[in-house]
């Protein structure tokens, strides 16, 4: 198995987590505070860049971290209802995406496992059952 899938798996989180971005993390869009925008957006980051290294439990984490911001923003009433959901379905979504990427890894983690395991076939003996391969009368 190649690590191609994966990228392209990465990839995918990367581009929802910036469409999380796009979506629920920019004042200017929103009216909510700056400071709140500002936070979300360094946590989002944080998102990608760990599954950008490859660091899937790593990203979701960070996703723990953010869900648990924007419900506590929800809480202070520094975010819209609207907003909250719309981000929550964000996060949803990369998250998904975060628990297939380490679900693949660890597949692959345990393939290479057994294939390492998997012991080598010992070489034939030649036809004439003497080892070495040749026929004939000894010499």
């Not at 648990?68 to 209802?81: E, F, H, M, P, Q």
């Not at 890894?105 to 395991?117: D, G, K, N, T, Y």
Request: charged share 15%.
């Amino acid at each position: 198995m190649t690590t191609r899938p994966l990228l392209s798996k990465g990839a995918l989180v990367l581009m929802l987590a910036g469409a999380l971005v796009l979506s629920g993390c920019s004042s200017q869009s929103t009216g909510y505070p700056a400071a709140t925008a500002q936070a979300l957006q360094s946590q989002v980051l944080a998102v990608s860049q760990s599954s950008a290294g490859g660091d899937f439990a790593g990203s979701l984490t960070a996703l723990d971290e953010l869900d648990a911001s924007v419900k506590d923003a929800l809480a202070r009433g520094t975010i819209s209802k609207d907003r909250y959901t719309s981000i929550s379905a964000a996060i949803g979504l990369v998250r998904s995406d975060l628990e297939s990427a380490v679900a693949a890894e660890l597949q692959r983690q345990q393939q290479q496992q057994q294939q390492q395991q998997t012991p080598t076939p010992a070489p034939k003996p030649g036809k004439d059952g003497g080892g070495d391969g040749h026929k004939g009368k000894g010499g």
